[in-house]
């Protein structure tokens, strides 16, 4: 249910916004965390990336705390970093 809720928000929010705005990557980063919580990695690693790209599209710098959270996190997700969780 939260899933379909941030989804129409997603949507909501390209619409009004476009792609490259900062609330439009949160919403991203929010949804990432969802499918994470679900331990879908896959799916969560997928949003976490497009978040990223959002958010420096948007113009956030590189030490934007969403930025760098993000950084991390895909960092750890790559395969030869697996071993670490």
């Known amino acids: 249910m939260a899933l379909l809720r941030l989804e129409e928000v997603l949507r909501i929010k390209r619409h009004n916004l476009g792609n490259n705005n ?4 949160n919403t991203l980063f929010t949804m990432g ?10 799916v969560a690693s997928e949003y976490f990336e497009e978040a990223y790209n959002v958010f420096l599209a ?14 991390k996190l895909l960092r750890l997700r790559k395969p030869e970093n697996k071993r670490l969780w």
């Open 22 to 25: 900062e609330d439009v990557a």
């Open 33 to 42: 965390i969802v499918h994470n919580a679900m331990r879908d990695s896959k």
């Open 58 to 71: 948007a113009g956030c710098p590189q030490d934007h705390p969403q930025v760098t959270k993000l950084e």
